[in-house]
C-alpha cells in the first residue's frame, strides 16, 4: 500500500513568488494534516481537513497560506507571496479517523531566498 | 512551559546498553501520545501509540504517568540501527499532534 506522498520534494522560490506544494494522502483516509518544521524548532500543526472541509486551521501562520483539498483526495497548500520565514520543511500526514496514528509523507523542503 | 518538552540530548550509548527517553507534557486534557523517530531529513515515522499506562512492542516499551504528566520511551539492547531522533507527541480534542523538538540517540559500535 501507498504511503503519504508529497511533490515536490524540494523548492526553491525568491521572496515574493508562489509556490504550491501537493499532498496525497493514503488511500482511504479522510484526515488530512499540514505540519511545518522551521530549523531549530519543533514540528507544529498547521490545519487538518476531514474529507474537503477544513477541520482545523488554527496553525496557519497568516493570510498568505491557502489550503484546499478539492474532491476530499488531494491536498495542496499555496503561499503566495513567500517570505524569507516560511522557509522550513512542510510535511503532510494522513489518518483514518481522527484518534488514530496519524502516518507522515516524506516532507517538501521550501528554501526562500 | 513548552506544550511537550524533551530532553534534545544528545544520548551516545554503545550497541546493547538500554536508554530511556523521558517526555513532559502541560496540557492535562491530552488524551493520546506517540513516540515517532526521525531519520536524517526523513519524515517521522510512527514508532509507538500510548493510549493507557503503557505499551510495549518488543525492544521498544512506552510509559505514561497522566499524574505527573511524562510519557517515557524505554529501549532495550540497543541496536546501531536505532539512531535516529525520537519525537514525543500528544494529541488532544482538537486531533492535531503536538511534538517536542525530539530527543537524538546515536548508539555507538
Known amino acids: 500500500e501507498a504511503g503519504v506522498t508529497q511533490f515536490p520534494s524540494h523548492s526553491v522560490i525568491e521572496k515574493g513568488q508562489t509556490v504550491t506544494l501537493r499532498c496525497d494522502p493514503i488511500?482511504?483516509?479522510?484526515?488530512l494534516y499540514w505540519y511545518r518544521r522551521v530549523m531549530g524548532k519543533e514540528i507544529k500543526f498547521l490545519l487538518h481537513f476531514v474529507k474537503e472541509s477544513k477541520q482545523d486551521e488554527s496553525g496557519m501562520p497568516n493570510n498568505r497560506f491557502l489550503a484546499e483539498r478539492t474532491g476530499g483526495t488531494y491536498s495542496t497548500l499555496k503561499v503566495q507571496p513567500a517570505e524569507l520565514e516560511d522557509s522550513g520543511v512542510y510535511f503532510c500526514a494522513s489518518s483514518q479517523g481522527h484518534y488514530n496514528e496519524q502516518f507522515f509523507g516524506p516532507g517538501t523542503r521550501l528554501t526562500v531566498l | 512551559r513548552k506544550e511537550v518538552e524533551q530532553d534534545p540530548g544528545p544520548f551516545n550509548v554503545p550497541e546493547g546498553a538500554t536508554v530511556a527517553f523521558n517526555c513532559t507534557y502541560s496540557n492535562s486534557a491530552s488524551q493520546s501520545f506517540f513516540w515517532y523517530r526521525q531519520d536524517c531529513r526523513k519524515e517521522p515515522k510512527l514508532l509507538m501509540s500510548v493510549y493507557s499506562s503503557g505499551n510495549e512492542d518488543g525492544r521498544f516499551t512506552a510509559q505514561l504517568n497522566r499524574a505527573s504528566q511524562y510519557i517515557s520511551l524505554l529501549i532495550r539492547d540497543s541496536k546501531l540501527s536505532d539512531s535516529a531522533t525520537y519525537l514525543c507527541?500528544?494529541?488532544?480534542?482538537?486531533?492535531?499532534?503536538?511534538f517536542g523538538k525530539g530527543t537524538k540517540l546515536s548508539v555507538i559500535p
Open positions: 507527541s500528544r494529541g488532544a480534542g482538537s486531533y492535531q499532534l503536538t
Open positions: 488511500s482511504g483516509h479522510d484526515n
